[in-house]
């Protein structure tokens, strides 16, 4: 990286935190934010992933560390807090990509089936950004990136308790957006379409609906994780200064479509 680019998009010297960094968009952003320079935490359930992520950036000569953690309570959101700057610091960086996604037909969404999505996908993020906003703001620098969803916009295959919950971390982004204005600190949001990832193993079954997403977009298929790498390492560095309260959308067109 030259020395123009590196003053603009290097994370050298920079901690990240990516809850659901071991698959899907989630791992493509901690793929990309390691190769970038910053020292990553994978946070996620299955530790044999999490393990294996964290190997995979190792061998690649990036610092990368595994913690294992539970975002389904409040307990658990609570521990990863605890923990997450153990390995590298505090972090400067937390992506918060980790999300349940239930969709059982609207009208027989259970209350449990309320609490978990909420928990995990709005109630996690709010927890982990209350945590280490704070601290980004007394150092001057602190990134906060959301992964939103198209059905935080629009209703469509069920959008059920997960297109709710993505309208709350929209709406979380323009709060902590106003809430550390003016010192360093900023939140934004990506917006996918639909992406080929196993939270979306479900729907990928059917291959019609497959097809009929992908129709959907100006590009003609639908997204994959290395699609966000870019705009990640935009919005955790120090280029996105100027840019926070955003939702960005990465998604093919599907949204202007």
């Known amino acids: 990286m030259n020395a123009y680019l590196a003053d603009l998009f290097s994370l050298a010297g920079r901690t990240a935190v990516v809850t659901g960094g071991s698959s899907g968009i989630g791992r493509g952003i901690a793929t ?7 020292a ?13 992520t ?15 953690g539970d975002l389904s309570t409040r307990a658990g959101i609570h ?13 400067d960086i937390v992506v918060h990509s980790a999300g349940i996604n239930i969709r059982p037909s609207f009208t027989e969404i259970t ?34 990136i959301h992964i939103s969803s198209q059905q935080a916009h629009r209703a469509f295959v069920q959008s ?22 003016g010192t360093g600190v900023t939140s934004n949001a990506l917006v996918p379409g639909f992406v080929l990832t196993p939270l979306n193993a479900r729907l990928q079954q059917d291959p019609q609906k497959v097809a009929e997403l992908a129709a959907r977009t100006m590009i003609g298929r ?13 919005l ?11 939702h960005l959308f990465i998604d093919g067109g599907m949204s202007v479509h």
């Open 79 to 91: 521990a990863v807090a605890d923990a997450a700057a153990g390995p590298f610091g505090e972090p």
């Open 32 to 38: 990309a934010l390691a190769r970038a320079g910053a």
């Open 111 to 144: 209350e449990d089936d309320w609490d978990a999505t909420m928990t995990v996908n709005a109630l996690a993020p709010f927890l982990l950004g209350q945590r280490f906003a704070p601290g980004m703001a007394e150092r001057g620098f602190g990134r906060l």
């Open 54 to 68: 964290v190997h995979e950036l190792t061998e690649a000569g990036c610092r990368a560390a595994a913690l294992p």
């Open 160 to 181: 059920g308790v997960y297109g709710v919950s993505k309208g709350a971390i929209e709406s979380l982004v323009r709060s902590e957006a106003e809430a550390w204005g």
């Open 236 to 246: 955790a560095s120090p280029s996105s200064a100027y840019v926070t309260g955003q």
């Open 40 to 52: 990553v935490v994978i946070v996620a359930r299955g530790e044999e992933r999490v393990a294996e």
């Open 222 to 234: 639908n997204g994959l994780p290395e699609d966000f790498a870019g705009a990640a390492v935009f």
